[in-house]
């Protein structure tokens, strides 16, 4: 423990308290149980039999009165509860000034002077534990008892909170499948909130695409609309029967076919430089609004809400599915099988050697 550096701290105050009522809940709760144990006829009997001045000394005067004693530590434990409140609120240490009670639940059901809530004034010593923990006062994160009992926690809130989840997934599911225009409230909702960002990525995408694969290949692009005009205009027999005129038949059918080809690539290109720039989003955003116009006509709602509906459902329970899987026993058989790969390895070692 770093008594010497807590004592210099804002905190010193809390700290000399905590460990003082660390040490009044450890006897507090030693002699509670040893009272218990006191208390089973078979158990005082044999402390009769073997200690009888022992016997008869706890037995007149705390056993008998027992309650006034623990009465004395509730006491004390109370006035420490209320010192701390007032604390709290000088500190502003939470948002209300009646937070305090509430976060410190189990301070006060640990001063219920009944058999059944005195063993919760075990949960104060963990947090106080917890508080100097944290504080850098003690060290217990090498223990056996830490490293045991952070592993319990973490199972704990992991399999509490994978229930909370699934649960409300499945009823996320529930309504999803049971309810509502589904396709509506996406459009709606989610889509159209969103469009002006949808296009702006959509345009982007569009304009790298472009760049990137569209216009490097103009040659081949070119190269591929010229065969197809040139296999077009064979195919043609008004232009077939103009290659037939003696001398300038060839002439003029090669002069048609170039002019359609330098129009139509001068075009392409023209289209794909528009795309490649900020002009497309113009496009995109009619393009876009066309899709989700399209997406609002009655003959096809049904269907596309069944669509959205199945992809929904489909997609959550793959969610639950991840929820499911039990994190803490991955960690735990992967480190199992370490270990044994470990010990393999050292049995081989020893094996080699001798």
């Known amino acids: 423990m ?3 550096q807590s004592l210099k701290n804002k905190y010193s105050i809390l700290v000399v308290i905590d460990i003082f009522m660390m040490i009044l809940l450890i006897i507090n709760l030693s002699l509670i149980l040893f009272d218990y144990f006191f208390s089973i006829p078979d158990i ?3 402390f009769k039999m073997s200690t009888p001045h022992f ?3 706890y037995h007149d005067n705390i056993h008998t009165n027992f309650r006034d004693i623990d009465l004395i530590f509730v006491a004390i434990f109370l006035t420490e509860f209320i010192f701390s409140w007032i604390l709290a609120i000088v500190r502003k240490v939470y948002h209300k000034w009646f937070f305090f009670p509430f976060i410190h639940w189990y301070d006060l059901i640990g001063c219920i002077p009944v058999e059944t809530f005195r063993f919760v004034r075990i949960l104060r ?5 917890i508080r100097l923990q944290n504080l850098n006062i003690i060290d217990l994160s090498n223990t056996y008892l830490f490293k045991k009992l952070k592993k319990y926690y973490g199972i704990l809130v992991e399999e509490v909170a994978d229930r909370v989840v699934v649960n409300i997934l499945e009823g996320v599911q529930d309504e999803i499948a049971n309810g509502g225009p589904v396709l509506d409230n996406i459009i709606n909702d ?3 909130p969103k469009q002006d960002l949808l296009v702006e990525w959509v345009s982007r995408r569009l304009e790298h695409v472009i760049k990137s694969e569209v216009m490097v290949r103009k040659e081949e692009i070119s190269d591929y609309v010229n065969s197809l005009i040139s296999e077009s205009l064979n195919n043609n027999t008004q232009l077939q029967t103009i290659e037939q005129v003696p001398f300038m038949g060839k002439v003029i059918t090669k002069t048609i076919e170039d ?3 330098k129009s139509i690539n001068s075009v392409i290109e023209k289209v794909m430089a528009d795309l490649a720039s900020g002009k497309n989003r113009i496009l995109v955003n009619e393009t876009t609004n ?3 116009n399209a997406f609002e006509y009655k003959d096809d709602e049904a269907q596309l809400n ?3 509906t199945d992809i929904s459902v489909g997609a959550l329970e793959v969610i639950k599915k991840e929820v499911e899987i039990k994190k803490w026993k991955l960690k735990e058989d992967s480190g199992k099988n370490a270990g044994k790969s470990e010990q393999m390895g050292i049995e081989f070692l020893m094996s080699e050697k001798s």
């Open 290 to 292: 066309a899709i989700i």
């Open 125 to 129: 010593v963990f947090s106080i534990l």
């Open 2 to 4: 770093n008594f010497k």
């Open 259 to 261: 002019s359609i080809s």
């Open 44 to 46: 005082g009997q044999f």
């Open 55 to 57: 016997y008869a000394l």
């Open 306 to 308: 069944k669509i959205f």
């Open 190 to 192: 989610v889509i159209r």
